[in-house]
């Protein structure tokens, strides 16, 4: 067990993510963006999941439109952006190793129509960088596993960032002091996880998972899907908790594991959900990001209303992620059709 190179990521969250939020020269550079009016979000997989989650959140917080694309939807679909002042629209790109191809044809088509454009990597130099007018750095460093941890939760935080200092009507101190506080919290959350995950033997044979959630957290029920489908190699899903009703449900049966993720978003409806999983006797594991409460089957991890408690419950989805596959005594970083990327060309260079 803990022997997955996940593991040594997931420990460096706490510090990378405390330095990142003090970096006064990020947040020099996202005030070179004020008087935005709208963002395109374009992004593949965890930074597309970490784009949707944190959207709706910056244009809470700053009124800014925001809408999220995959690349190919984003070329074929944002007919939307046709209406926009280019004056004030931007189009935001995300790549942890800034070389992710659909993102990249995605801005040079935007940039060539006169957008501006903002790039989020982790790799200076890299072509998004070159590509785009603002460059952002997640400050994370290399990450080479196949499911992305510290790179996700470092893109959460900036995209916060964003929303934070571009808003003119919040106390920007409160939300920073609960982003550290949340923060400073994120190896407890871990280790509380590891701790039940042990005594209860989790996951032993998983076939199949659910995860549910809603409000900011549907798109972290989108990642904790994303992140055991790629450690796990199995089927997984994801749905909001007012949808799973909608024929999601009629799929569940003995061997289903189901994810349910709670930070006090249609509260009424996801404890009926959990009692009737548990009265069925589907195996359901509650992380709860609301008040605590001493239950069996949940894993607390902390109450953040500002942000939901998005780090935290993704924490935990990410310190399942590596024990599920571990515990079955397989790699969660190991060969998985690993070739296809190269084989239709994915990144460049």
Partial sequence: MFESIMWKYMDEERKLLSDL????????????????????????????NAA??????????????????????????AISIDEEDKTYTRVLGISQTGTS???LEALEDAKAKGYGII????????????LSDVTLDLCCGNED?????????????????IGIELSRSIDKASYYDELKEEI??????????????EEHRYGIGMENLYVIGNGMNFASAMEGQLKVMETMCIPTMFNDIEEFSHGMHRSLNERSYVLLL???????????????LEEKKIRVLEINGEKKVDRENVINVGHYPKTASLLAIIMAIQAISAFVPEINGLDPNRNANNDYTDFVETRVG
């Fill in 119 to 130: 790039g989020i990597t982790a790799v200076k130099d890299s072509p998004l960088e070159k």
């Fill in 184 to 197: 400073s919290k994120l190896d407890e959350v871990r280790d509380d996880t590891i701790r039940w995950c």
């Fill in 145 to 161: 596993s196949n499911a992305k941890t510290k790179g996700y939760s470092s893109t959460l935080v900036l995209l916060m960032m």
């Fill in 101 to 103: 191809r659909g993102v």
């Fill in 262 to 276: 709670n930070a006090g978003c249609d509260q009424e409806l996801v404890e009926k959900t959990r009692d009737y």
């Fill in 21 to 48: 939020i003090e970096k006064e020269e990020i947040k020099n550079k996202i005030r070179q963006i004020d008087g935005t009016r709208s963002i395109y979000f374009v992004a593949h997989g965890s930074s597309y």
């Fill in 52 to 77: 949707m989650s944190i959207a709706p959140f910056i244009t809470r917080l700053t009124g800014i439109r925001t809408y999220v694309y995959t690349p190919s939807n984003f070329r074929y679909n």
